[in-house]
């Protein structure tokens, strides 16, 4: 008997293994007669379908998924690990890289954690709260136009992805003349955010507002309601509400069992319970219902980006304490986002204290009293947490996320088992994973 793992069959402890790598189906079964057919198939880490670089070890009996386990690890960055080296501020570079499709949320729940700690919640100016809600609206459109795009691509339906893709552009267009960059900004900071709106941002922000509504309606008029769609996408990944409480499922996912959980409304910040808005739920507990839900809260975000909009009113956009606030004016000029020249010969030629306090502010930061804090927002996926421990120092102790993707990937298994393959792939398309916040 061959000990060869590489051979056409071994045995292990859990009896013969049959290594396939081509050839005819009928010589394969017969090379098995008399065993248990027990075809275990990697798909992934780098199938196109499976959201970046998620593994999903598939057990199959022919088309049919009988066990299907997730590896992850495969987009490991060691932000958390990395983030215990660098200061509080600088510590915004690096969440806002973990859910790379949604940078402003892991941004803002870092920054409300740290500002518990410092105490300064009430003094955010009420400018930087408006701005905060405004792109974190703005970034749930993108962020699902994302998750629409894909899914569509996976299905077949590309025409929904190409018009996905090209209406996201047109936020990152916003993100880019708001903060500099198009994703992963570092944009909110302890205390605020790095820079006010540029002049014409607001006229700018209205119009492409006007324009998503009306693209929104290319990619309805497409698949709602389309019978090959509804075909792939109904009673396909079905979870339902005790099956989300068992395994500590958020966002679109637990919206689509009916249930109207949103942290934006069960536990507002940021001053979202002086928005207007709407929770969008389905009661079909499947792909079709979290595809809708998905549809229907892009108009509920521009609704509220319109409420942001009509909210600005001028003022600072950081917290007045000079200890904490990050001692710079920023500006976006023709080389990019840096200091503004006024502020540079200010601090460079005229207030020796004011060069010093930028230096020591700059490198060595500011100190968070010793503790611990918990603040959870409603990110596109769900409930991002972000847990952040100080032990009185300029760095964290130890800063940990409650990535939903991470928590939602569970649902893998009771939503695949026992469907197709075919089915899996839409499923895993309605979970709506981003391996870069499952692997931090």
């Known amino acids: 008997m061959s000990t060869d793992i590489f051979s056409g069959s071994y045995e292990t402890t859990q009896g013969r293994v049959y290594t396939l790598s081509g050839g005819d189906w ?3 079964l017969g090379s098995t007669a008399g065993e248990r057919e027990r075809i275990v198939v990697n798909m992934g880490p780098q199938h196109p379908s499976t959201h970046g670089v998620l593994r999903l070890i598939l057990e199959l009996d022919g088309e049919t998924v009988t066990e299907a386990r997730c590896g992850i690890g495969y987009l490991h960055t060691g932000i958390e690990k990395n983030m215990e080296y660098r200061s509080w501020v600088q510590g915004t570079t690096y969440v806002t890289r973990m859910d790379y499709l949604s940078p402003i ?25 408006t701005i905060r809600v405004l792109l974190m609206e703005l970034n749930r459109v993108s962020s699902h136009l994302v998750a629409l795009a894909t899914g569509g691509m996976e299905l077949g339906a590309l025409t929904a992805m190409t018009n996905g893709f090209r209406d996201r552009e047109l936020i990152l267009d916003l993100f880019e003349m708001i903060t500099g960059l198009r994703m992963n900004m570092a944009y909110v900071r302890p205390g605020g955010v790095a820079v006010d709106l540029p002049v014409g941002a607001e006229k700018k922000i209205e119009e492409t507002i006007k324009l998503l509504r009306t693209r929104f309606k290319d990619n309805f008029n497409i698949l709602v309601d389309n019978p090959i769609w509804t075909a792939r996408t109904k009673n396909v990944g079905v979870l339902d509400l005790t099956g989300c409480m068992a395994l500590g499922i958020t966002g679109p996912v637990l919206r689509s069992t009916g249930l109207p959980w949103d942290l934006r409304k069960t536990q507002p910040y940021c001053g979202y319970e002086n928005y207007e808005f709407n929770v969008v739920t389905e009661n079909t507990s499947d792909t079709y219902g979290r595809f809708l839900i998905r549809m229907r809260e892009m108009h509920e975000s521009l609704n509220i980006v319109e409420q942001a909009l009509t909210r600005l009113k001028p003022g600072p956009v950081m917290v007045e304490d000079k200890s904490i606030a990050w ?11 840096g200091n503004s020249l006024d502020h540079i010969r200010k601090i460079m030629g ?22 611990q804090a918990y603040v959870a927002i409603e990110s596109p996926r769900g409930e991002l947490g972000a847990l952040v421990i100080s ?29 197709q393959v075919a089915d899996l792939v839409a499923a895993v398309a309605s979970i709506d994973p981003v391996m870069g916040g499952v692997d931090r």
């Open 350 to 371: 005229q207030s020796m204290e004011s060069l010093i306090h930028h230096f020591k502010l700059v490198t060595e930061g500011f100190k968070v009293p010793a503790g």
């Open 26 to 28: 009928d010589t394969v």
């Open 327 to 337: 001692p710079a004016q920023l500006a976006l000029g023709s080389d990019g986002l």
């Open 105 to 129: 949320f892991n941004e803002t729940a870092y920054c409300l954690a740290v500002e518990k700690m410092l105490g300064i919640t009430d003094q955010i100016p009420d400018r930087a709260n």
């Open 391 to 419: 032990d009185g120092g300029t760095k964290p102790y130890r800063v940990h996320f409650r990535d939903p993707s991470f928590n939602n990937l569970q649902a893998v298994g009771p939503m695949g088992e026992g469907g």
